[in-house]
């Protein structure tokens, strides 16, 4: 008979770190390149202005600056990591993963690494995976980063999603833990709507020289958000057994501020609970927008540590995920 590892009964969040791009492009400026104006972007979403990175701000850089920081706040040393995830759909290479060279910038001596593609919900896929490996025993620290650039991917002549991205990146450790600190993943796909968010074909960058931009139905992925998404959401919270009075903080995707009210009604959360709205100075920065809403919460002290917090991600696939963590 096969010999199998013995696992870590549970898994928790140990630690988050985030790093947003260094340039602040606020509505006013984001109107000298679409038309539109402040008044419609920030009532159709929320966004006052958002976040992008400079020439020397890559999802290198940023992944290593994010994970720095949450690595130290676990109280570990790169040599600890034993796996690095990181989800992005803005690495412009297929082969190295982003994940193998933030393990070499990082110093990590040799961690499993790999990279996701699940874009908007790649940072809880990435949990969901972490914590499945710290109980089977395969690791033992997982670093787990949700990185962008999606200003580089914006089409300025599409005013309907020009306005919305943003760049930036968010890391947590997931260790071994004695009680659940990690609820049961729902997560998903719909097969039928792969054309709803796209980014062009890569090869665009080689063959054209031109920019593989994202294009998207705004309007088909709201109505997804706010009705079938919002269902999941309900569900991750009654497979973690708990009732919306014993939630402490939402943190969605960081999307659109109407898409996070609908979800607050369909939930019934009570006022008590924090919501994640960082989208209002950070826009949408896709795989990364949990983990900086997260730590955005965390360092204004309306969240603390030890709280219970539900978060979701939903986006190009179309794809979803979303579990209920205690904060680290
Ligand atoms: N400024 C002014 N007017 C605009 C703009 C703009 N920037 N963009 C669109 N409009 C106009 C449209 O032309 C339309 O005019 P019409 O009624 O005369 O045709 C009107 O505003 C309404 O357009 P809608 O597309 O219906 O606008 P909506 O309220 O749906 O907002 C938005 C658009 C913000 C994109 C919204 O649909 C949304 O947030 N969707 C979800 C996005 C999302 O969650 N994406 C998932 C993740 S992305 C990823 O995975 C990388």
Redesign the pocket.
Known sequence: MLQTRPGHRYARLMSVGGYRGSRVVDNAEM?TM????DE??RQ??GIVERRWATDDETPLSMSVAAARKAIERAGLVPDQISAIIVST?SHFKQTPSLACEVAAELGCPAPAAFDISA???GFSYGVGLAEGMIRSGSSDYVLVIGV?V?SR?TDFDD???????SDGAGAVVVGPSDVPGIGPTVWGSDPKATKV?E?GDWKQLTTAGETPY?H???????LW?TTFIADKTKEALALAGLAPDELDVFIP?Q??N??TDSMLRHLKLPESVVVSRDIVHMG?S?AASVPLGMEALLESGEATSGQTALIIG????LVFSGQVVTLP
């Open positions: 109107c679409i038309d539109s104006s419609w972007i159709r979403t759909v874009a908007c919900a962008e999606l991917l005013r309907s999603t020009a306005f919305l991205f968010i980014i994202i998207m139905d705004g309007r088909t992925v709201f958000a995707h999307a659109n109407r898409i949408n896709s939903f986006g190009a696939g």
